[in-house]
């Protein structure tokens, strides 16, 4: 039987609450547990796809095409597995779901109403991805704070399927905030106290309570919130700055909170094996270099909007013994100050992210064309990707005014434009390219030095692609198009032969790299921009770091 852990927040969002339910699905997984996670959003969207970055952070794409919240990445990140569609539950798909069943008949003769059939339609959804995984234990996070209106359909939800389940088959963790007073240097317990009272109010009793604070709490503070919440001192945990988030599962279990789950629900308490855990947490502590590297994007005021590559450059730079320095640049001061860009001279990588619309492009681009330029070691992803062909079009092509019609809908040289498939598209929601294709790589490539194999499957996002009309003409000129899709058509991964590192792909290759197992393409550009640093004439690559290169991305 499966059981369930639900994780809620206190007054404050954004204190850890995927960390803390990922830690906790690592230390089940690491007994030999068998876990997955389930992330509620209350907000009206069916998805996150058509969020801005600034709204919601980024936009993290799974297997299946769902267009998801960024701590499903965190999942699949801490315990190395792949998510569905079905494991992101928001308010909107909920409600769709019985609109449409009332709109059909299913409910005829009755009053739809929020409990029982929002309430029985939630629970539905979480047994449903237990019934599909077969998982020992499923962790629910509800996202937002307790008490939002929004959230509480779920939070009911919670208490119904105690009831059903079981006590013995459910565990409530709670993570609230603890702050540190900066004039004071005391920690308070207010704000967790207010917000188990709240969680107390809709019904939901507290088995556990990870306290969120900047070190671990001290004796006082600690006995507050445990008699605040009628819980035993040594249900109460801390989840304390960390020097690296992969250090969180550690530092709760040596708290014993591994041990009190599995008393809880009745398990047995296998002995945990942290050796594997233990080296990844180490490669990242114990480096010998550091590289800095930038991001030239157009979300950069919030570090959220790109989780996904924050950790697949800091997983590629474990891997090749390095800690890694990212500055985040918005590329709207490139283009209001032209001269600023030689700030990037500074860098020893330059990185163009995705994203959409015209604004900030033209500062990506003067940002691609300093790397190509200067022999800066490069990679762009997705949209980076696209304006790189643009940049070469331009600069080396002599294609004047060649762009994408995304930015300009009637371009003199339109070498990145629509799908075909999109043309009919009028939907915004779910209607892109999404999820895990197949891309072929070329033999004798930077591309195949990278992956180690001629098909990839990799996580794509996008509605506009490479102009194939204009293929030849930038192969002419020295562009290689290392990875296709199987019918060639279409355009998925570029570089230069001529450069020490100049690499992009059409997919995002950070959906798919996990600690201890980097993505080759941000291994390759820290190694080349470490390579670089250390005065090393070529780039060498090390295979073991990329090893299991074969099982990952063959299926």
Not at 360 to 376: M, S
Not at 519 to 524: E, H, K, S
Not at 531 to 541: P, R
């Amino acid at each position: 039987m499966t059981r369930y852990i639900f994780v809620t927040g206190g007054v404050l969002s954004s204190v850890g609450k995927g960390t803390v339910c990922a830690s906790i699905g690592k230390i089940l997984q690491v007994r030999g547990f068998t876990v997955s996670a389930i992330k509620i959003d209350p907000y009206l969207n069916v998805d996150a796809g058509t969020m801005n970055p600034y709204m919601h952070g980024e936009v993290y794409v799974c297997e299946d095409g769902g267009e998801m919240d960024l701590d499903l990445g965190t999942y699949e990140r801490f315990l190395n597995i792949n998510v569905s569609r079905e494991a992101n539950i928001t308010t909107g798909l909920v409600y769709r779901e019985v609109i449409e069943k009332e709109r059909r008949g299913d409910y005829l003769g009755k009053c739809v109403q929020i409990i029982p059939h929002i309430t029985d339609e939630i629970k539905r959804r979480l047994r449903n991805v237990a019934e599909k995984t077969k998982v020992d234990v499923i962790l629910v996070e509800c996202g937002g704070t307790i008490g939002d209106i929004e959230g509480l359909p779920f939070y009911e939800a919670f208490r119904q399927m105690r009831l059903e389940e079981g006590m013995q088959n459910t565990v409530f963790v709670h993570v609230p905030l603890v702050p540190i007073l900066d004039a004071t240097k005391e920690q308070k317990s207010k704000p967790a106290q207010h917000s188990i009272q709240e969680l107390r109010r809709i019904g939901l009793q507290p088995d556990l309570i990870v306290a969120r604070s900047r070190k671990m709490l001290d004796p006082d503070p600690h006995d507050k919130i445990a008699l605040f919440g009628s819980i035993d001192r040594k249900a109460v945990f801390t989840s304390p700055n960390v020097r690296n988030i992969y250090e969180i599962p550690l530092i709760l279990d040596k708290q014993g909170l591994g041990d009190f789950v599995c008393r809880r629900f009745g398990l047995s308490n296998r002995k945990p094996d942290w050796s594997s855990w233990r080296q990844i947490v180490n490669s990242y502590i114990n480096a010998e270099h550091e590289v800095k590297i930038a991001v030239c994007g157009k979300y950069a005021m919030l570090s959220d909007s790109y989780v996904s590559i924050n950790e697949a450059l800091r997983c590629g730079a474990a891997a090749a013994s390095s800690r890694v320095s990212i500055d985040w640049i918005e590329t709207e001061v490139f283009e209001k100050e032209p001269n600023s860009i030689e700030a990037l001279a500074e860098y020893d990588g330059i990185l163009v992210p995705g994203g959409f619309g015209v604004r900030a492009t033209e500062g990506k681009i003067a940002a691609i064309r300093y790397a190509r330029e200067k022999n800066i070691p490069f990679l762009g992803i997705c949209f980076g990707f696209q304006l790189a062909v643009i940049e070469y079009a331009r600069n080396i092509c002599s294609l004047e005014n060649s762009n994408s019609t995304e930015l300009n809908p009637n371009p003199q040289h339109p070498v990145v434009f629509l799908l075909p498939e999109q043309n009919k598209v009028s939907y915004k929601g779910g209607t892109m390219r999404l999820g895990a294709s197949p891309v072929v790589i070329k033999a004798d490539t930077l591309a195949y030095r990278l992956y180690g194999v001629n098909l990839a499957y990799e996580r794509h996002r996008h509605r506009y692609e490479v102009n194939p009309a204009y293929i030849q003409t930038l192969i002419d000129h020295g562009l290689i198009f290392s990875g296709t899709t199987p019918d060639e058509t279409r355009m998925e991964i570029l570089e230069l032969p001529n450069h020490y590192f100049f690499f992009a792909t059409q997919f995002h290759p950070e959906f798919k790299s996990r600690p201890g197992r980097p993505d080759p393409a941000y291994y390759g550009f820290i190694k080349a921009s470490l390579d670089k640093k250390l005065g090393n004439t070529t780039l060498t690559l090390d295979r073991e770091a990329l090893y299991e290169a074969e099982s990952k991305y063959l299926r």
